[in-house]
């Protein structure tokens, strides 16, 4: 049984085209901080975190 309300701050994704390295030194260049884990590019929004920061970073994944 899938449990619907299950909810997370955590945000993991793959490039569907450039390899994590790539991806990673791009949001570094941005200040934008981010982890590997597990094979994935991964984010960890929290309250101070605005909306303006959430649209910088897919602005650098959408131009990598």
């Known amino acids: 049984r899938e ?3 299950l909810q997370s ?3 993991a994704f793959r ?3 450039k390899d994590n390295a790539t991806v990673s030194k ?3 260049a941005a ?3 981010h982890a590997i884990r597990a094979g994935n590019v ?3 929004p929290h309250a101070y ?3 303006a920061d959430i649209d910088a970073a ?3 994944i959408a131009e990598v």
Request: proline share 0%; with cysteine.
């Open 49 to 51: 975190n605005t909306e």
């Open 58 to 60: 897919c602005a650098v």
């Open 42 to 44: 991964r984010f960890a």
């Open 15 to 17: 490039h569907r085209e």
């Open 26 to 28: 791009a949001l570094d």
């Open 9 to 11: 701050g955590i945000v």
């Open 3 to 5: 449990n619907t309300n």
């Open 31 to 33: 200040g934008i901080i």
